[in-house]
């Protein structure tokens, strides 16, 4: 295994930012004329080749993990991804992308000090420095270099391209573009999104497609049964051999035959089970994106007579237009949660909370429905539950917390997460916090009815002193748990 000694030096860079929101972006549109001198940072470190260094400095305050595929070498320049992760798990982000990395000689670099608790000002500076520490580091393909991530960080990710020049393209997965204006003609990058079918980010993603299409963006969605979560390495594979099949038909990087040919005969076996699982929207949105991906490279003659034979399959334009019906009724609940919630959170409104509980009935009736719509339902609680969490992140973060919208918002989350011990918790502790002992002693019999176990929290929740030696605190935990801590009297 190779060793490279090496050092940061300081370098410059100039940023422009933009806030955003997961709901809504704000466009505030201002100009960061900003000179980034950093600390001259001296660091004697070792970086392997085929594995993942951590906590390299990048300002005094400031660290990245870096991988270097096995066959690097100092003479010659390499494409770039940066995978963002906005809880500053810069090893951990990475790491999702190192099979593919190492297969089609990539470099990784991921900052540990990105985080969706600060403004977008502040990560898109500290990702400007963490590019300028790997110019330092390694001679870079100017014309391949890309950002990335996951969730939050995939719509971070789909930003930088936007605001720090050199970036030709993201890869995002589970995230759409989270701002259009901000896209400029004269500023194309390649978008590659990874989503799946039962993410409550699909229908968002669609949107982005067709979006850039219209605005002639490159781009590709690559789609796999699942909901919200890492996609398996095969599509990040994908996403990554997409992105150097551009720089092959660009004349970025020499192209790669045996490579082309062998993506493309593992993107048909996809296809093929695909056809055999009767997957016929997703086999023929993967047609199509195949197709546009490959043609320049290879003959996709038959595929294309294939895609057009799938598109007057009757079962295809039955399921097609179910998935179009179901489509079409998710936006129109997703906008009655979004306006139902905000009229609650601005009344605290308590008598709302049976419409919130019949909500979740009438969507659990779903998963008895056919495909299209046992899929919508998985995704509409998803971003019921993704909603009311942007909320409580938006209240906690306030200058002055209003803690009775919290603790509605805790109350919604037992309804839409009856099983996430935490928000009872939550309840239990700010409830006894004002005395209002009643709502407590409900949450903590609705806990321990859920099968919650752990005593010796309960007897150690903060703000409950008085509560916990109460009888009917007692009583509760006796009953579900046994042997309560403090002894009932009965006078």
């Known amino acids: 295994m190779g060793i490279i000694g090496v050092s940061i030096i300081s370098n410059f860079g100039r940023v422009f930012d933009e806030p955003f929101g997961m709901q809504k972006v704000y466009c505030f549109f201002f100009l ?270 038959s595929l294309q007579a294939e895609s057009k034979s799938l598109r007057k399959n009757k079962d295809y334009r039955t399921m097609r237009r179910n998935e179009n019906g179901a489509l079409f009724k998710e936006t129109l609940m997703r906008d009655e949660y979004q306006y139902n919630l905000l009229e609650d959170i601005g009344s605290l409104n308590y008598n709302n909370l049976g419409w919130w509980n019949y909500q979740m009935e009438e969507l659990k009736k779903y998963e008895k429905k056919p495909s299209a719509e046992r899929k919508m339902g998985v995704r509409l609680l998803a971003y019921l539950n993704a909603l009311i969490e942007d909320n409580i992140d938006i209240e906690a973060a306030e200058d002055q917390v209003n803690d009775e919208v919290l603790s509605f918002l805790w109350m919604l989350k037992t309804i839409t997460e009856p099983d996430n011990f935490d928000y009872y918790l939550k309840i239990i502790s700010d409830s006894a916090k004002y005395e209002d002992f009643g709502t407590s002693l409900f949450y903590l019999e609705e806990l321990l009815k859920k099968g919650y176990k752990d005593k010796a929290a309960l007897y150690d929740l903060e703000n409950t002193a008085l509560l916990r030696i109460t009888p009917k605190y007692n009583e509760l935990i006796g009953k579900y748990l046994k042997d309560a801590r403090y002894e009932i009297i009965e006078e």
């Open 32 to 301: 960061l004329n900003a000179l980034l001198a950093l600390p001259l940072q001296a660091q004697d470190f070792s970086l392997k080749k085929g594995v993942i260094t951590d906590s390299i400095l990048a300002s005094k305050d400031e660290s990245f993990a870096i991988y270097l595929p096995k066959s690097f070498d100092l003479e010659k320049s390499w494409p770039l991804v940066m995978v963002c992760d906005m809880q500053g798990r810069g090893k951990r982000a990475i790491s999702m992308f190192v099979n593919a990395a190492e297969e089609q000689g990539y470099v990784l670099v991921g900052s540990n000090a990105l985080h969706d608790s600060i403004s977008i000002t502040n990560n898109i500076l500290i990702t400007n420095r963490l590019l300028k520490s790997a110019e330092a580091l390694i001679s870079l393909e100017n014309e391949r270099i890309y950002s990335a991530g996951f969730s939050s960080g995939g719509r971070f990710a789909s930003l930088v391209p936007s605001f720090i020049k050199g970036f030709r393209g993201v890869i995002s997965l589970g995230a759409a573009i989270p701002n259009y204006e901000l896209l400029n003609s004269n500023n194309i990058f390649h978008f590659i999104g990874v989503v799946g079918n039962e993410d409550y980010g699909y229908p968002d993603m669609l949107e982005a497609r067709a979006t850039l299409k219209r605005l002639k963006f490159p781009n590709q969605l690559w789609v796999f049964n699942g909901g919200h979560s890492w996609p398996e390495p095969r599509y990040i594979e994908k996403a990554l051999a997409a992105i150097t099949l551009r720089a092959m038909s660009k004349g970025q990087t020499p192209k790669n035959l045996p490579f082309v040919e062998n993506t493309y005969r593992k993107e048909l076996n996809d296809l093929d089970e695909m056809i055999q699982a009767r997957d016929l929207v997703m086999a023929y949105d993967l047609m199509n994106e195949i197709i546009s991906t490959y043609q320049l490279h290879l003959s996709v003659d």
